[in-house]
């Protein structure tokens, strides 16, 4: 029903920058909330940053004035500008999108995409 796809991973040198980008494809009839979560090996899966429809943010303490979340609603996209890179950034990202599949249920079902892998040279 919904599919996330994200791109944009790969290897940088510490200090450097990537942006990973998310696309939802399919049907609904809205998209709640978009994020993106990572996940080191040995690690929870854990919030990195995320942002609603109307474009309130938030970001996990650890990122918080090195990445930036944006969304495009017309799109379907989230994207996640990651600057001044750190090893400990390296990790598996996950994009997450919180979906209201149908107007007559208020239910909300989380969708995530296969995940990109970030990885950071020290």
């Known amino acids: 029903q919904v599919q996330l796809v994200e791109s944009g991973g790969g290897l940088v040198q510490a200090g450097g920058s990537l942006r990973l980008s998310c696309t939802a494809s399919g049907s609904w009839f809205s998209i709640n909330v978009m994020g993106w979560y990572r996940q080191a090996p040995g690690t929870q899966r854990e919030l990195v940053a995320a942002?609603?429809?109307?474009?309130?943010?938030e970001y996990a303490d650890s990122v918080k004035g090195r990445f930036t979340i944006s969304r495009d609603n017309t799109k379907n996209t989230v994207s996640l500008q990651m600057n001044s890179l750190k090893p400990e950034d390296a990790a598996v990202y996950y994009c997450?999108?919180?979906?209201?599949?149908?107007?007559?249920?208020?239910?909300?079902?989380?969708?995530w995409g296969r995940g990109t892998q970030v990885a950071v040279s020290s």
């Open positions: 942002v609603t429809s109307t474009g309130s943010t």
């Open positions: 997450n999108a919180g979906v209201r599949l149908r107007t007559w249920s208020s239910d909300v079902s989380a969708y």
